[in-house]
């Protein structure tokens, strides 16, 4: 298993409702593709020394989990992506740096 995971930053505080359905978007998305075997997502929990933070502060995490790296690479073709990232990039412009890995335990 191969894990892809994203630490999403948006520029300006988001709704949590909105920051929910955003989350939910991607899950839909990314379970229904049939490439992800796994998905999980967490809110980011803001402490004092965010605001010191020398790149960006994240508002979420997301993992999807993968079987092989095929599955990995077809994850960035996965029809409807682009058109998600743009109707929420166009309501609160944001961020995201991602790492792919092995299980970290």
Known sequence: MLNHTMIVSFD???P???LDQY???IENLMLGSGHVQTFSARRHIRVPTDDHSPVFVASAIVQLGVGDLDALNAV???????DLIQRW???YSYKVVW???EALS
């Open 76 to 82: 960035f073709t996965v029809p409807g992506a682009e």
């Open 16 to 18: 949590d409702a909105e």
């Open 99 to 101: 790492i792919n890995h």
């Open 89 to 91: 990039q166009s309501r």
């Open 23 to 25: 989350l939910k978007d």
């Open 12 to 14: 300006q505080p988001i």
